[in-house]
């Protein structure tokens, strides 16, 4: 896997039993299981593959604890008979198939779907010089799309592994052609070992 060391960072989505794995994950996801398994394979196989090449790594974990949800969030689960998920200490809320190593920071959504909503994330990025974001994980159209607009919103360049997530609610192709149109996202399978932002193209010079 090629990268920036130092400015590339992969970003690991809730990658998390309750979304991966067991009766919550398989009661949940509509589509067709091996797209769950084969996403969460993969963005632990995109792990191995960024630590070798030098890149940052970093996750983000969603807590689904009552005492966190708000109001209209509560609402919705009880019309939709929606139960908690991913609650702290749990099962259900530890990674799936990988482990954070010492130094490799965790970033923490109570309750909500954009990682930057915890504050620590961006201070943590400008500090380390990241510019440009991989995405992986859960799921493409919940949580990866809500962090990867703010990260755009915020200057960040994005790439979204492809065979790293899928989505929950809408096709998988849908929702990654809304990402490159709207975000300028750059969609590629982990397997092509493309690691780095595309080329931008050049400042233009005043008066030309």
């Not at 084969?38 to 995109?46: D, E, G, I, L, Q």
């Not at 201070?123 to 799309?145: K, Q, Y």
């Not at 996202?185 to 932002?197: M, T």
Request: aromatic share 8%; hydrophobic share 45%; with cysteine.
């Amino acid at each position: 896997m090629t990268g920036t060391p130092g400015t590339t960072a992969l970003l690991v989505v809730d990658l998390q039993n309750d979304f991966c794995a067991g009766p919550v994950a398989a009661a949940r996801f509509p589509g067709d299981p091996e797209r769950l398994t084969r996403a969460a394979v993969n963005s632990v196989r995109a792990v191995e593959l960024a630590r070798e090449a030098g890149l940052d790594v970093l996750f983000v974990r969603f807590l689904g604890d009552p005492a966190s949800q708000g109001p209209a969030w509560r609402r919705r689960d009880a019309l939709l008979g929606k139960r908690p998920k991913c609650l702290e200490g749990s099962w259900g809320a530890e990674f799936h198939g990988v482990r954070p190593r010492p130094g490799e920071e965790v970033f923490t959504k109570r309750a909500v779907f954009d990682a930057f909503l915890d504050e620590r994330l961006e201070p943590h990025l400008r500090r380390r010089g990241i510019e440009h974001l991989i995405l992986a994980g859960l799921f493409t159209d919940v949580c990866v799309d809500s962090t990867a607009r703010t990260a755009f919103q915020r200057g960040f360049h994005l790439t979204v592994l492809r065979d790293c997530t899928t989505a929950l609610h809408l096709a998988d192709a849908d929702i990654l052609r809304f990402m490159a149109r709207v975000y300028g996202a750059h969609i590629v399978d982990f397997s092509e070992h493309f690691f780095v932002a595309p080329p931008l193209p050049p400042t233009p010079v005043e008066g030309r």
